[in-house]
């Protein structure tokens, strides 16, 4: 390695955290936390690891530029290791599809903006926003009922109510916060605008994909007649219960909400960070983005060149949801 690839090379982990053979005992963990307690648990795990370590830092020297200066200080803070990695991957399977990524502008003047920008096939800007929920407080399991559909984890209506709403409110902050970035020299509202959500912290208490369509489209539970017609409930509102007890009605069905025209899609995973050879690509085929049918700045589904891809087709006031 030349002397200017060195000076150039940056650490994304602690170099003082030892890496520990892969036959470790839970033991020694432990004490690798101890030592470094001040460090996110999750970053000294996986800088302990050297099949994790090196790809994370592999991903990393490619995705730098294109990164917050800080950004190998923020990682290490206490709590926000996960959400890191998520922009961490995002950056890596954006230019492993050899998507038009931009690099940050330098400006004296420090205004926030969304974490990435794209620009399409025609130079316009594409903003994207990562954004990583959690459970928060998670009520206690009642014992199962005879007759009532569980998943592994619980009833599937439950599971929604905990679920949905955490979704929901993620991507609500994240829309509101959009208007702040307007002071921004490079950032306009009309400019095409995208969540990236993933949902690996709450993904155990997922069914599929259902909670992400409630919320961008208000499907709710499959309902079944016996004649053999099926389909879904729909709902405009779910409920979104407070530490108190009480609960209020959140908004969903977002993609049908004239607020959120603005809101060109939704990327969405419930992944964590791949490992191997060719991770880009395995972290890819978790990838779902939903494109909003009624958005006023949509994207074309061209623009996305990985993972899946799912859009709304409406006539009159019959739409189904489909795969494109």
């Given amino acids: 390695m030349s002397k200017l690839s060195r000076i150039n090379k940056v650490e994304l982990f602690d170099t003082k955290i030892p890496i520990l053979p892969v036959d470790t005992k839970q033991e020694e963990y432990d004490s690798q936390f101890k030592n470094f307690n001040k460090l996110d648990q999750s970053y000294v795990f996986n800088a302990s690891c050297i099949e994790r370590r090196r790809y994370i830092q592999e991903a990393y020297d490619k995705c730098k530029d294109?990164?917050?200066?800080?950004?190998?200080?923020?990682?290490?803070?206490?709590?926000?290791?996960?959400?890191?990695?998520?922009?961490?991957?995002?950056?890596?399977?954006?230019?492993?599809?050899?998507?038009?990524?931009?690099?940050?502008?330098?400006?004296?003047?420090?205004?926030?903006?969304?974490?990435?920008?794209i620009l399409d096939y025609d130079g316009n800007k594409i903003w994207v926003e990562a954004v990583c929920p959690d459970l928060g407080n998670v009520p206690k399991k009642e014992n199962m009922i005879s007759g009532v559909v569980?998943?592994?984890?619980?009833?599937?209506?439950?599971?929604?109510?905990i679920v949905a709403p955490r979704i929901t409110s993620s991507i609500q902050s994240k829309f509101l916060k959009r208007e702040s970035y307007n002071q921004s020299d490079d950032f306009s509202l009309n400019d095409k605008y995208i969540i990236a959500i993933n949902t690996h912290h709450?993904?155990?208490?997922?069914?599929?994909?259902?909670?992400?369509?409630?919320?961008?489209?208000?499907?709710?539970?499959?309902?079944?007649?016996?004649?053999?017609?099926?389909?879904?409930?729909?709902?405009?509102?779910?409920?979104?219960?407070?530490?108190?007890?009480?609960?209020?009605?959140?908004?969903?069905?977002?993609?049908?909400?004239?607020?959120f025209k603005k809101l060109s899609s939704v990327i969405t995973s419930?992944?964590?960070?791949?490992?191997?050879?060719?991770?880009?690509?395995?972290?890819?085929?978790d990838i779902i983005t939903y494109f909003n049918h009624d958005a006023e700045n949509k994207i074309n589904p061209k623009e996305i060149s990985f993972g899946k891809k799912k859009q709304m087709f409406c006539e009159g006031e019959s739409c189904v949801l489909k795969e494109i």
């Fill in 66 to 117: 294109y990164l917050d200066d800080d950004f190998h200080i923020q990682i290490r803070l206490p709590g926000k290791f996960v959400s890191r990695i998520w922009e961490l991957q995002l950056c890596s399977i954006f230019l492993y599809f050899n998507l038009n990524l931009v690099k940050p502008l330098q400006s004296k003047k420090r205004t926030s903006k969304p974490d990435f920008c």
């Fill in 202 to 259: 709450i993904n155990h208490r997922e069914t599929g994909e259902m909670p992400k369509e409630l919320v961008l489209y208000g499907m709710g539970l499959q309902w079944f007649k016996q004649s053999g017609e099926s389909g879904r409930y729909f709902h405009w509102t779910i409920p979104k219960h407070k530490d108190n007890g009480t609960s209020i009605d959140l908004d969903v069905a977002l993609f049908f909400r004239k607020e």
């Fill in 270 to 285: 419930n992944s964590w960070f791949q490992f191997g050879e060719g991770f880009e690509e395995l972290m890819s085929k």
């Fill in 150 to 161: 569980y998943t592994r984890h619980g009833n599937i209506k439950e599971d929604l109510e």
